[in-house]
């Protein structure tokens, strides 16, 4: 376990944990990559044979037909291998990236709303996009050509070993240069990704809030300079990634120097060898077709090792967003076994909710809520009042499962569906019909208009020239606030959820709009459901059948309302 825990602790470790569920595809790629190494190697032998007969031998192309069609089906294998190994690649990045960001909507789910509150959502979303498809080129690429490169050159070395031994020596004198150019590139291209991720999340905020806040921003008179913002914010990535690059191509250009150098000595010396002006060691024993093959293999040779430093960037790229998801997967959540399994736990004597003696506590704010007993029946109504921080938002994301208890357990009815409402209701850039089916994807057109008339909008949307086809903008762009409540109440009638839960659903609206959300939640709580509220507002006091009064987290008291009151 030690072992373990080490290995996950860096970005490396991280990667090479998510290889391990890939490692026969990446031995298939690897495998297949050899294949068409082996395949090249035979090609330039056969190449290599069929001139020195040529020129040598003075032998007629057409007695050399048997080499040709060797040759071309040497060339059709390298060809299958090359595809294979670029399939079996992908294969592996496509597993890895499924399975990661599956991983990350597991634990941000775990997290909940409340423990990413303090996160923005284009920043988040930037993460599991671009940050998940930067490992794409280290499992596809980089991880197979590793491979290649502990194998293919020192089968070419060996073969140049046995042809000429001096031509293998300049060959092993200059290949340990090119992994110690790629080491010191990773260095700083592995900082400057990472540098780069995290501008991109930030401009990814930055923008999103500009265009939220444009209406605002416009009213006063603050649009130009949030223009210049936002420039500045993508000038500083756009320098960012012209960093990334100018490493990448130097060093590249770097690698290519030294590769091309070692090349040009060999055909050098080759070529003085067989002119007869090199008499030292093997030069004598030169031949046409070994002169010519080791001609042939030397670019070879190299090109492992010049492959693997062109996606050196995409380790880079993974070793950086490889740290961001870490930092994601670390976000804490609550382990707590009886909170657990409380929410699974059934509730006695036939009620919905129940809690026990549960308290939550925030870090560097102490105790919120609690200790809190409280029972809720199947089909009650209960308001909760109390100041602004009393934990009245506390509570309710308590019984929507956002939070576990720090102590003390949480009883909900096996399986119970739960819909949640608030003060901001959050809608997507669609039709009506598209934000209506976020709560049942598969309800037809005649379920939308009876959750639609329900919530009081059926005079609304049959005024509209597309009806349930009316587009919205972003977070309900085209609709007023109390339409944009009672929207998200229609949502709440659609889901058919047996406990729902409103979090100031008449805030910040006006006497009309008031009145007509109240109204429709007079419908809900005649439907049997059980609502809980988080209110100010007398009209919703009236309906509950208890008000259950909270301050500083704690329940102080316990009205019941009469028939009279309601």
């Given at each position: 376990?030690?072992?373990?825990?080490?290995?996950?602790?860096?970005?490396?470790?991280?990667?090479?944990?998510?290889?391990?569920?890939?490692?026969?595809?990446?031995?298939?790629?690897?495998?297949?990559?050899?294949?068409?190494?082996?395949?090249?190697?035979?090609q330039?032998?056969?190449l290599?044979?069929?001139?020195?007969?040529?020129?040598?031998?003075?032998?007629?192309?057409?007695?050399?037909?048997?080499?040709?069609?060797?040759?071309?089906?040497?060339?059709?294998?390298?060809?299958?291998?090359?595809?294979?190994?670029?399939?079996?690649g992908?294969?592996?990045?496509?597993?890895?990236?499924?399975?990661?960001?599956?991983l990350?909507?597991?634990?941000?789910?775990?997290?909940?709303?409340v423990?990413?509150?303090?996160?923005?959502?284009?920043?988040?979303?930037?993460?599991l996009?671009?940050?998940?498809?930067?490992?794409?080129?280290?499992?596809?690429?980089f991880?197979?050509q590793?491979?290649?490169?502990?194998?293919?050159?020192?089968?070419?070395?060996?073969?140049?070993?046995?042809?000429?031994?001096?031509?293998?020596l300049?060959?092993?004198?200059?290949?340990?240069?090119?992994?110690?150019?790629?080491?010191?590139?990773?260095?700083?291209?592995?900082?400057?990704?990472?540098?780069?991720?995290?501008?991109?999340?930030?401009?990814?905020?930055?923008?999103?809030?500009?265009?939220?806040?444009?209406?605002?921003?416009?009213?006063?008179?603050?649009?130009?300079?949030?223009?210049?913002?936002?420039?500045?914010?993508?000038?500083?990535?756009?320098?960012?990634?012209?960093?990334?690059?100018?490493?990448?191509?130097?060093?590249?250009?770097?690698?290519?120097?030294?590769?091309?150098?070692?090349?040009?000595?060999?055909?050098?010396?080759?070529?003085?060898?067989?002119?007869?002006?090199?008499?030292?060691?093997?030069?004598?024993?030169?031949?046409?077709?070994?002169?010519?093959?080791?001609?042939l293999?030397?670019?070879?040779?190299?090109?492992?090792?010049?492959?693997?430093?062109?996606?050196?960037?995409?380790?880079?790229?993974?070793?950086?967003?490889?740290?961001?998801?870490?930092?994601?997967?670390?976000?804490?959540?609550?382990?707590?076994d009886?909170?657990?399994?409380s929410?699974?736990?059934?509730?006695?004597?036939?009620?919905?909710?129940?809690?026990?003696?549960?308290?939550i506590?925030?870090?560097?704010?102490?105790?919120?809520?609690?200790?809190?007993?409280?029972?809720?029946?199947?089909?009650e109504?209960?308001?909760?009042?109390?100041?602004?921080?009393?934990?009245?938002?506390?509570?309710?994301?308590?019984?929507?499962?956002?939070?576990?208890?720090?102590?003390?357990?949480?009883?909900?009815?096996?399986?119970?569906?739960?819909?949640?409402?608030?003060?901001?209701?959050?809608?997507?850039?669609?039709?009506l019909?598209?934000?209506?089916?976020?709560?049942?994807?598969?309800?037809?057109?005649?379920?939308?208009?009876?959750?639609?008339?329900?919530?009081?909008?059926?005079?609304?949307?049959?005024v509209l020239?597309?009806?349930?086809?009316?587009?919205?903008?972003?977070?309900?762009?085209?609709?007023?606030?109390?339409?944009?409540q009672?929207?998200?109440?229609?949502?709440?009638?659609?889901?058919?959820?047996?406990?729902?839960?409103?979090?100031?659903?008449?805030?910040?609206?006006d006497?009309?709009?008031?009145?007509?959300?109240?109204?429709?939640?007079?419908?809900?709580?005649?439907?049997?459901?059980?609502?809980?509220?988080?209110?100010?507002?007398?009209?919703?006091m009236?309906?509950?059948?208890?008000?259950?009064?909270?301050?500083?987290?704690?329940?102080?008291?316990?009205?019941?309302?009469?028939?009279?009151?309601?």
């Amino acid at each position: 376990m030690r072992a373990r825990k080490s290995d996950i602790s860096t970005s490396r470790g991280w990667l090479d944990v998510q290889a391990k569920d890939v490692k026969g595809w990446l031995m298939l790629a690897a495998g297949l990559g050899i294949l068409a190494g082996l395949m090249t190697i035979l090609q330039m032998g056969a190449l290599a044979w069929i001139i020195a007969e040529l020129i040598n031998a003075d032998r007629p192309l057409e007695k050399l037909s048997g080499v040709f069609i060797l040759l071309l089906g040497v060339i059709a294998v390298r060809a299958l291998a090359q595809w294979g190994q670029e399939s079996a690649g992908v294969e592996a990045s496509l597993h890895v990236r499924s399975k990661v960001r599956t991983l990350l909507l597991d634990h941000l789910a775990a997290v909940g709303p409340v423990g990413l509150s303090g996160r923005h959502t284009a920043g988040l979303g930037g993460q599991l996009i671009e940050q998940v498809e930067a490992l794409d080129g280290y499992y596809a690429r980089f991880l197979p050509q590793l491979r290649l490169v502990l194998v293919l050159p020192l089968v070419i070395l060996a073969l140049v070993l046995w042809l000429d031994w001096l031509a293998a020596l300049f060959l092993l004198l200059s290949a340990p240069l090119i992994p110690v150019f790629m080491a010191l590139v990773g260095m700083g291209a592995e900082r400057l990704n990472q540098q780069q991720f995290i501008a991109v999340t930030r401009l990814a905020g930055h923008f999103l809030d500009r265009v939220r806040g444009l209406t605002t921003l416009q009213l006063f008179n603050r649009a130009d300079a949030s223009i210049d913002e936002v420039f500045s914010a993508a000038d500083d990535y756009r320098l960012r990634s012209m960093r990334t690059l100018k490493l990448a191509f130097l060093s590249s250009a770097v690698l290519e120097f030294f590769a091309s150098v070692a090349i040009a000595v060999i055909a050098i010396y080759i070529g003085f060898g067989l002119l007869g002006y090199i008499s030292y060691g093997p030069a004598d024993e030169l031949t046409l077709f070994s002169g010519l093959l080791i001609l042939l293999l030397a670019p070879e040779f190299f090109q492992p090792l010049r492959t693997l430093a062109q996606h050196y960037h995409d380790r880079a790229a993974a070793l950086g967003a490889a740290d961001g998801l870490m930092k994601m997967l670390e976000l804490p959540v609550s382990t707590t076994d009886h909170a657990q399994q409380s929410r699974t736990t059934s509730s006695k004597s036939g009620a919905q909710v129940q809690l026990a003696e549960t308290s939550i506590s925030y870090p560097q704010r102490g105790r919120v809520l609690g200790p809190v007993t409280l029972t809720i029946a199947s089909g009650e109504c209960v308001a909760l009042v109390g100041p602004s921080g009393s934990g009245k938002s506390t509570l309710l994301q308590l019984l929507a499962g956002f939070i576990r208890p720090e102590q003390g357990q949480v009883e909900l009815t096996p399986n119970a569906q739960i819909a949640w409402m608030d003060q901001r209701p959050w809608l997507v850039q669609g039709t009506l019909a598209d934000n209506l089916r976020l709560a049942a994807p598969d309800a037809s057109d005649a379920q939308l208009w009876e959750a639609v008339t329900q919530a009081g909008l059926e005079e609304l949307v049959t005024v509209l020239p597309d009806g349930l086809n009316t587009r919205l903008g972003e977070r309900g762009l085209g609709l007023s606030g109390g339409q944009a409540q009672r929207l998200a109440l229609a949502r709440v009638f659609l889901s058919k959820a047996p406990l729902v839960l409103l979090d100031e659903p008449t805030a910040s609206l006006d006497a009309d709009s008031e009145a007509q959300v109240v109204t429709s939640l007079k419908r809900l709580v005649a439907q049997g459901r059980t609502v809980v509220i988080a209110t100010h507002h007398p009209a919703l006091m009236a309906l509950a059948d208890r008000v259950l009064s909270l301050e500083r987290g704690i329940l102080r008291q316990h009205e019941s309302l009469n028939d009279e009151t309601r």
